[in-house]
């Protein structure tokens, strides 16, 4: 055989290998996501039926091959049952993922010292970050946090109708009511505004207050200091 040949036929194999080789991590990645799934089902399942030690085997599971919700799920129990570390490790692997409620409990740990040393400035990241993807209850806690100066920071009714208005873009009821009475009884140094009271619990989403322009970045660098 001649170089030539030698090297065509050491060339040619080259491209369906490497198309069998991504092939085959697709299908594997596909089977494992589709055995996450199967996994969650099942433990949601038995969750269900009141076996929690059921459920969270098959939480475990899903988890180790990287499912969220099932990384959410298993903190949560983990969570109840005081075992905060390592609730503390499935919040934060779950919130690397984006999953807004991992990063809303992850929050919550900090702010309360469970699991991880007590950091009011990073629970008050994790909870800006799950506010941004419309979580509630990160959303209420936010506003409430400024307008009463809880989690060791200053009153600032300005960010705290920021907030509300947040709420009120998610269709949070608890944010809808809370900026409807502020605009009915003049609060949170907003003009007293029965109409707009009205408006807002239509639903409708109240105009920026003048002075505050912030946008999420912003915020967060105000957090930050």
């Known amino acids: 055989m001649n170089s030539v040949a030698r090297y065509l036929w050491s060339w040619q194999p080259r491209p369906l290998t490497q198309l069998l080789l991504v092939l085959c991590l697709l299908v594997t ?3 494992v996501r589709a055995d996450a799934e199967e996994f969650l089902n099942l433990g949601d399942q038995a969750y ?5 030690r059921a459920a969270m085997s098959w939480f475990r599971k899903a988890a180790l091959q990287g499912n969220a ?3 959410v799920r298993l903190a949560q129990i983990l969570d109840i049952a005081q075992q905060n570390e390592e609730a503390f490790k499935w ?5 690397a993922r984006g999953n807004a409620q991992a990063e809303f409990k992850l929050g919550k740990l900090y702010a309360g010292g469970e699991g991880v040393d007590k950091d009011l400035e990073q629970a008050m ?4 970050r799950a506010a941004q993807q419309g979580n509630a209850d990160a ?3 936010l506003a409430a946090a400024f ?4 989690l060791d920071i200053a009153i600032d009714h300005d960010k705290a109708v920021f907030w509300l208005r947040r709420g009120v873009a998610h269709q949070d009821q608890w944010s809808i009511k809370r900026l409807a009475t502020a605009y009915l009884n003049g609060e949170l140094g907003l003009p007293k505004d029965p109409v707009r009271a009205r408006d807002v619990e239509a639903g409708q989403i109240p105009p920026p207050v003048d002075n505050l322009n912030l946008k999420y970045d912003d915020l967060g660098k105000t957090l930050a200091k």
């Open 29 to 31: 990645s596909v089977a």
């Open 69 to 71: 919700a099932a990384q």
């Open 91 to 95: 919040y934060q692997k779950a919130a």
């Open 139 to 141: 959303i209420r806690l």
């Open 147 to 150: 307008e009463h100066g809880r």
């Open 48 to 52: 269900r039926e009141g076996d929690i």
């Open 125 to 128: 990241r994790w909870f800006q």
